[in-house]
């Protein structure tokens, strides 16, 4: 995590300040995120119904979220939403939104022919995405 504050693909304004984080916070956050992502999902396989409650109630809500929820927040805290976004404090999820949207990714496709009446084929790069 030495860099990834610095160099991810949609910084945030107080990504500058956890970037300048002592190395023992950023190991932690890296431990933290693992354990809620990796491990604490497994502990929905166990018979104890008190702790699969627990892990449920850790991982299940953001995951059924759709429109008739979002429909049922009070307006009162959209609106304080929307007073606070031009600070981009908090963001909705869109992983990758600009790059991956409802268009696909753009990208440059670069063609060739011996001859400039053709036939022209497409080069293929190695590392172009879909390859």
Known sequence: LDIHYESQCVPTPIAWYFHHMPGWFRRLSTSLTFYIEIYLPLAFLLPLSCLRKFVFCQQVPFTVIDKSV?????????????????????????????????NGRPEVIVEGA???????????????PGN
């Open 70 to 102: 979002y429909d049922s927040i009070p307006d009162a805290l959209t609106k304080f939403y929307y007073q606070i976004d031009p600070y981009q404090i908090v963001n909705p999820y869109g992983l990758f939104r600009t790059m991956t949207g409802l």
């Open 114 to 128: 011996l001859d400039p009446d053709g036939p022209w084929k497409e080069f293929d790069f190695y590392s172009k």
